[in-house]
């Protein structure tokens, strides 16, 4: 970098001339801002995706998990003198 420009250099192994190019730093940062801009919306979205998939995931498989929980909140509230069954308890039928 020399004066807010990025100085290149290459010489040439068939003719022995040296070329040179430069780049103002301006135009690079434009180029990289537009990178990082992509980079981190891309990484917001499949972020974004990948929560909402787990979520509904996580939901759907914990169904089961969450029918039991209800069976044995609903089973603890019977009065003690009441007697249920095992096949009653499973499938969260209560007796007449």
């Not at 039991?68 to 009653?88: G, K, M, Q, T």
Request: charged content about 15%; some cysteine; hydrophobic content about 45%.
């Amino acid at each position: 970098m020399r004066d807010g420009t990025l100085l290149m250099t290459v010489r040439s192994s068939y003719n022995g001339w040296t070329y040179a190019a430069g780049v103002p730093q301006r135009a690079i940062m434009e180029e990289a801002n537009v990178i990082k801009k992509m980079t981190w919306t891309v990484t917001a979205v499949t972020v974004a995706a990948g929560l909402a998939l787990c979520l509904l995931l996580a939901y759907r498989h914990t169904a089961p998990i969450l029918r039991l929980i209800s069976i044995f909140r609903d089973h603890s509230a019977l009065p003690p003198e009441r007697p249920v069954n095992d096949y009653d308890f499973c499938t969260a039928t209560l007796p007449s």
